[in-house]
Structures are given as C-alpha cells and as structure tokens.
C-alpha cells in the first residue's frame, strides 16, 4: 500500500499575483480554505433546493443515472433530459440511486453548449465572470455538480483540459490526485501525443496548443485580430499624407494578414479528411466566425487592393479532434522515446489501447481497485473480467495525494492533473437537502507561466479573444450572448458514447 500526501491549504484571501506565482505558474493544486471572496459570488444560497428551483426550475438539463453494476458516474451510460425543477423533486425523494448532474452538453447539437450552460446561465448574476483570485486566466466555462449519495459515489480516474478551481457548496469531496506525469502508469483511453512544459496532456486524436486552443481556431483569431488592425491603420491613414508615413506598416500587417490566411488554408486542407460531427470550437468561442469574408468581418478593401481571402478555400472545419501535428511548442512527444513515454512501460499502458465509448483523458483503471490498491473506503464494483495484472503500472506511480474537501472549501487543480473524486452528502436527510453540491471554473492553462499580467504567450491571438469574448475584465453585461464553448476538446471526438469528465 503506498503512502498518500497532503495538500497545503492556504486562505482564499490571497492576492491574485501571489496566487499565480505560487500554484498557477508552479503548476501546484492546494486547498483554499474557504470560497470566493468576491462581493458577486451568492453560492452559498444555492445549498437550499427551493431557492435553486425558484431561479432555475424551468431550464433544461441532461442528468446521469448511475452505472448499474459499477455503480460510479463518468461512465457510458445515456443521459436522461429533464427539467431542473424535475431534477431537484427527484432528490428529495427517500429511495435512490439518484442521477448527478455534470457537465452540460448537447450530444445532437454541440453548439448549445455555453460558457453559461443551464443552470448556471440562469444563476449568473450570483457569482463573478472571473473570480479575482483566477487574476488574469481565460474562462472557458462554468459548471454545476449536484447528486446525491449517502454513501459516497465516484467520478472515475480521469484528467480535465483546462485550469480548475472548484467550489465545494455542500457535502464532502475526497479527491485522489496524480501529477500529468503519471500518465505513463495510469492507462489512459486515448493515445499521448505529447505532454506541454505546462503539463496539459494532449492525444492524438485532440491536438491542441500549450493553451488549450486548437491551431485552426488560433489561426483564425489571428486572421481577425490582423484584420482589425489593419482596418485601424486604414482608419489613421484618411488625410493627406499619412497613408505614405504608415505604408511600412500596412505592408507588413498585410504580409502578416497573407501569411496568416496561408497558414488557416493549409490547416483546413489538412483537416478535410475529418468527420462531420464535430464543432468548430472557434465559432463556438467567438460565435459564429466562421466565414470571416462572407460575415464582413475582414478588412475593408478599395477597389485594387490585393485580396488575401481569395487564397482561403477551404471546406467546412471539421472539429477540434483532428491533427495539428505541426504544432508542438516544445512539448514533450510521445514519439521522441523520451522521459514522458516511460522506459519500461508497456507500449499500450504508455499510449493507451482502444478507446471504446470512453473519453481519450479518462483512465482505464477500474475506480475499486484504485481504492483497493491506496486502502481507501469504496462503493465502486470491480469488473467481472478484472485481473490487477493488466494494470500492473499502478505501483510505479509517485505517492498520490488524498484530499478531503469539506463544505465551504475550494480546490485549486492545474490543467490535466489526474482525479478521481468521491461525493457523499451530508446533512439531515429528513430536510430533503442533504445533497452534494459544487460549482467550478475552467480556465484555458496559462503557457506564459512567468507573466501574471499576460499569462498566454500567443498575446495577438489571446487578446483578440478577450477583445470578443470572455475573460477577465468583462462583466456579465460584457459577454456576448453568441459567447460560446463548443464541445470541450477532451470529450468532442470519442464518438457516439463520449461522455464528460464527472465529479
């Protein structure tokens, strides 16, 4: 049995800055001791049934029931439509299994998902855009976790794409906690491309950038952002004289526009090959971008100007899932047969085998003997064709840290930091909310770990998106209602059974 570690816990009352120095750039999860000290934030409310139903009854939601034999969420099982009011009559009902609610998306129509998916969109004026202490990350969406088990139910091993500070409102959480590094011991579903300086684990079939964007989506900010400039140039050259002291500069934003509309081309000529059931996650970000030329969005042109648009024919993007092979940014690759990859690992444990139904970031290791094996309580059920030989890695990991996470508490987790979480409620059952509750931020990972101020190295694309999105600065008044967050990259390309990351 190993030993398990600790995590340091510190006051929710630090300043952004150090918060960043200390456990942002240091890529370190740590407890916060209390929830956010935002004048904004009326979560606290939320742990009375009655009051969420009020706010949020009539908005539609998708809920998970329990896997029948595993008896654990974050499994295949299909999720079930229903109204939130529904939702919240069904646990206050004496007998269970009781369905969780999880992340909130649309398996027909992506794009319904938002950076405010219901309920959370109808609760948004009880809790901050950005908390303060997230300093100057970009949020990527928010999400509400409730069930109910007085016995403790899990989420499975698994790792999230994005920067996680998590929001414990009521109930207790016990979180197994595993670096990105262990991947090489933790079997994952998908197959590693590469592991960034930053630790975000990426997969073959999800290539991203250090920050979370995948280089299509990049590529396209960086069209619209050189697009703006050069239409604020043109702005600045009306007069006579001035378009010849800044024609140095338009050439070069115009070079740049060319370069930047080749480079979009080739990426969506490589990706034709794709399926057609994916979302573009730029347009769900930025809100229907798509046709940058067909929209008006581009620069405004006289009659004689030379049209880099016309080099982009491309065919419909195909969705986050498909390769960026070319975009590594010093990463470590799961080809190069360096450290990441292990040295005597089996291949399949390193890289993963067949995924099946389930998520590329979730592992294999069935939830029971996770528990098992760190000598923890458990209600998850072995498998019936289990053998602890095929997951004989378990053993080569660093000791996991075991965090209880008690109500009125958050947790600080670094993009793809493994977790596999236990909810139990607490409370008088007899009241009908003895629930367990929870409300988390996802920020994009941060790639500039030395910069609070600008902690995304890509600063044209980074602040072309905050200029039209969400992100910190921007009130609720401020976020575009075409804001949204398509299909989150761990889950968009698992096929018909992909589901989300549950806590």
């Given at each position: 049995?190993?030993?398990?570690?600790?995590?340091?816990?510190?006051?929710?009352?630090?300043?952004?800055?150090?918060?960043?120095?200390?456990?942002?750039?240091?890529?370190?999860?740590?407890?916060?001791?209390?929830?956010?000290?935002?004048?904004?934030?009326?979560?606290?409310?939320?742990?009375?049934?009655?009051?969420?139903?009020?706010?949020?009854?009539?908005?539609?939601?998708?809920?998970?029931?329990?896997?029948?034999?595993?008896?654990?969420?974050?499994?295949?099982?299909?999720?079930?439509?229903?109204?939130?009011?529904?939702?919240?009559?069904?646990?206050?009902?004496?007998?269970?299994?009781?369905?969780?609610?999880?992340?909130?998306?649309?398996?027909?129509?992506?794009?319904?998902?938002?950076?405010f998916p219901q309920p959370t969109n109808a609760l948004k004026d009880e809790f901050p855009?950005?908390?303060?202490?997230?300093?100057?990350?970009?949020?990527?969406?928010?999400?509400?976790?409730?069930?109910?088990?007085?016995?403790?139910?899990?989420?499975?091993?698994?790792?999230?794409?994005?920067?996680?500070?998590?929001?414990?409102?009521?109930?207790?959480?016990?979180?197994?906690?595993?670096?990105?590094?262990?991947?090489?011991?933790?079997?994952?579903?998908?197959?590693?491309?590469?592991?960034?300086?930053?630790?975000?684990?990426?997969?073959?079939?999800?290539?991203?950038?250090?920050?979370?964007?995948?280089?299509r989506l990049a590529c396209k900010a960086r069209v619209g952002a050189l697009e703006g400039?050069?239409?604020?140039?043109?702005?600045?050259?009306?007069?006579?004289?001035?378009?010849?002291?800044?024609?140095?500069?338009?050439?070069?934003?115009?070079?740049?526009?060319?370069?930047?509309?080749?480079?979009?081309?080739?990426?969506?000529?490589?990706?034709?090959?794709?399926?057609?059931?994916?979302?573009?996650?730029?347009?769900?970000?930025?809100?229907?971008?798509?046709?940058?030329?067909?929209?008006?969005?581009?620069?405004?042109?006289?009659?004689?100007?030379?049209?880099?648009?016309?080099?982009?024919?491309?065919?419909?993007?195909?969705?986050?899932?498909?390769?960026?092979?070319?975009?590594?940014?010093?990463?470590?690759?799961?080809?190069?047969?360096?450290?990441?990859?292990?040295?005597?690992?089996?291949?399949?444990?390193?890289?993963?085998?067949?995924?099946?139904?389930?998520?590329?970031?979730?592992?294999?290791?069935?939830?029971?003997?996770?528990?098992?094996?760190?000598?923890?309580?458990?209600?998850?059920?072995?498998?019936?064709?289990?053998?602890?030989?095929?997951?004989?890695?378990?053993?080569?990991?660093?000791?996991?840290?075991?965090?209880?996470?008690?109500?009125?508490?958050?947790?600080?987790?670094?993009?793809?930091?493994?977790?596999?979480?236990?909810?139990?409620?607490?409370?008088?059952?007899?009241?009908?909310?003895?629930?367990?509750?929870?409300?988390?931020?996802?920020?994009?990972?941060?790639?500039?770990?030395?910069?609070?101020?600008?902690?995304?190295?890509?600063?044209?694309?980074?602040?072309?998106?905050?200029?039209?999105?969400?992100?910190?600065?921007?009130?609720?008044?401020?976020?575009?209602?075409?804001?949204?967050?398509?299909?989150?990259?761990?889950?968009?390309?698992?096929?018909?059974?992909?589901?989300?990351?549950?806590?």
């Amino acid at each position: 049995m190993p030993k398990t570690q600790q995590l340091e816990r510190v006051s929710p009352t630090l300043s952004a800055e150090e918060f960043f120095s200390k456990y942002v750039s240091k890529r370190r999860p740590v407890v916060l001791t209390g929830l956010l000290d935002d004048p904004s934030f009326q979560g606290r409310k939320w742990g009375n049934l009655d009051y969420l139903a009020e706010k949020a009854g009539n908005a539609e939601v998708m809920v998970e029931p329990i896997h029948p034999t595993a008896n654990q969420y974050g499994t295949d099982v299909e999720r079930v439509p229903t109204t939130f009011d529904k939702f919240l009559t069904s646990l206050r009902s004496d007998e269970g299994p009781y369905p969780y609610l999880t992340t909130q998306y649309a398996d027909e129509d992506p794009d319904a998902e938002t950076v405010f998916p219901q309920p959370t969109n109808a609760l948004k004026d009880e809790f901050p855009a950005v908390p303060r202490i997230m300093g100057n990350l970009f949020l990527q969406q928010v999400n509400l976790w409730l069930g109910k088990s007085k016995t403790g139910s899990s989420s499975g091993l698994h790792h999230d794409f994005h920067d996680n500070i998590y929001c414990l409102l009521k109930g207790r959480k016990r979180f197994v906690l595993f670096p990105p590094s262990e991947i090489k011991h933790l079997y994952p579903y998908g197959t590693l491309d590469v592991v960034y300086p930053n630790g975000l684990i990426v997969y073959k079939d999800i290539p991203v950038r250090a920050d979370g964007l995948s280089k299509r989506l990049a590529c396209k900010a960086r069209v619209g952002a050189l697009e703006g400039k050069i239409d604020e140039l043109k702005a600045k050259n009306k007069g006579k004289g001035k378009a010849k002291a800044h024609s140095k500069e338009m050439k070069a934003l115009m070079d740049a526009h060319d370069a930047a509309l080749d480079e979009l081309a080739e990426v969506a000529l490589d990706e034709q090959v794709g399926g057609d059931d994916e979302v573009d996650d730029f347009d769900a970000l930025m809100g229907e971008l798509d046709e940058l030329e067909d929209s008006g969005a581009g620069p405004s042109r006289k009659e004689g100007d030379d049209d880099p648009e016309e080099e982009e024919e491309e065919e419909e993007w195909k969705g986050i899932g498909h390769s960026d092979e070319d975009d590594n940014e010093d990463g470590v690759n799961a080809d190069d047969g360096n450290e990441e990859s292990g040295e005597d690992e089996d291949e399949d444990a390193i890289l993963g085998e067949g995924k099946g139904s389930e998520p590329s970031s979730f592992s294999r290791i069935p939830t029971a003997y996770l528990h098992q094996y760190l000598g923890i309580s458990t209600t998850a059920a072995l498998p019936p064709t289990f053998s602890s030989a095929d997951f004989a890695g378990l053993k080569n990991t660093t000791d996991p840290y075991v965090v209880e996470l008690s109500e009125g508490e958050m947790l600080y987790l670094p993009a793809s930091w493994w977790h596999e979480v236990t909810s139990t409620s607490t409370g008088d059952s007899t009241s009908g909310d003895a629930v367990h509750m929870a409300f988390n931020y996802w920020f994009y990972p941060p790639d500039a770990l030395d910069s609070f101020e600008a902690p995304y190295r890509d600063t044209l694309v980074w602040d072309y998106l905050r200029h039209n999105g969400v992100g910190a600065g921007k009130s609720h008044g401020d976020v575009a209602e075409q804001t949204k967050a398509g299909k989150r990259a761990r889950e968009s390309v698992g096929g018909e059974g992909s589901k989300r990351a549950k806590r």
